[in-house]
């Protein structure tokens, strides 16, 4: 019967104690690396396409800012006026779906002496709503409207499209960037005295840039006849990208 030395007696056991340790580390799976299979020379090209679209689509921020001595006469005056404000926004024909509260803030107004703590002299409440007005001819009358009912506050607006319009001008900025990458290439394999073979990947990435917003309403008295001057502009839609082609002869 053959003998077996200590050492190998002595690894089962050591085994077996680190098994019930949990000394053993984990195995990780193995991980891979993408290998794409070229006989060529790889040439990455970046190219950049724009479109341009008018917006339809408008959004604004409106609210009401009010003062009172005590916390729930401030709360009280400010739904009041809110409530106006919210009517006239509904009679302007803008649906539920497209207005939504952003903040409705009660703050305390301090007044502040020298060596002394501050002391509280009333309270503000404001309440503020996102308006989506998607009929942007009517946006000057919309705003003078907010305003003569009530609203004294008015930041934007802001324009944007319709997503299925969006989507649609990416596209054309898409295909110009393909057309780009691709010229780009077949110039670069003719210098090389090469040919472009194929496309190996691509990799997109693009921005959106709407006109700045218009800059706050001025409050004061204008002809009825007279409404708010609104500029949309055009929006700015570009696509990024990143292009791998094979080149060989």
């Known amino acids: 019967m053959p003998q077996l030395s200590p ?13 019930a340790l949990g000394a053993v580390p984990a195995v990780s799976p193995a991980q891979t690396t993408p290998y794409v299979a070229t006989e060529g020379t790889l040439l990455n090209v970046s190219a950049q396409a724009e479109a341009r679209r008018a917006p339809d689509i408008a959004t604004l ?5 009010t003062q009172a001595a005590d916390a729930n006469a401030a709360m009280r005056a400010n739904a009041e006026q809110m409530a106006k404000v919210v009517a006239a926004i509904k009679a302007a024909g803008i649906a539920d ?15 502040y002496g020298e060596n002394q703590p501050p002391k509280i002299t009333g309270y503000q409440a404001i309440n503020n709503v996102n308006v ?10 919309i705003m003078d409207a907010l305003v003569a009912t009530g609203a004294n ?20 900025a898409r295909r110009a960037a393909v057309e780009k990458a691709q010229a780009r290439a077949e110039m670069y394999a003719k210098t090389l005295g090469k040919k472009v073979r194929r496309i190996v990947s691509i990799s997109e990435g693009g921005s959106f840039a709407p006109p ?7 409050m004061k008295a204008m002809d009825r006849a007279e409404s708010t001057s609104i500029s949309p502009g055009e929006n700015v839609l570009s696509v990024n990208l990143d292009v791998v082609f094979e080149l060989g002869n």
């Open 153 to 172: 506050q008015i930041n934007g607006p802001t324009f944007d499209l319709d997503d299925a319009k969006k989507e649609a001008a990416y596209d054309e």
């Open 97 to 111: 779906r497209d207005v939504q509260t952003s903040g409705v803030n009660l703050n305390p107004q301090y007044q």
């Open 212 to 218: 700045r917003p218009m800059p706050m309403m001025a």
């Open 61 to 65: 921020s409106t609210g009401v800012v």
């Open 7 to 19: 050492r190998s007696t002595l690894r089962p056991l050591v085994l077996a104690a680190a098994l």
């Open 132 to 141: 989506t007005v998607r009929d942007i001819a009517k946006l000057g009358k």
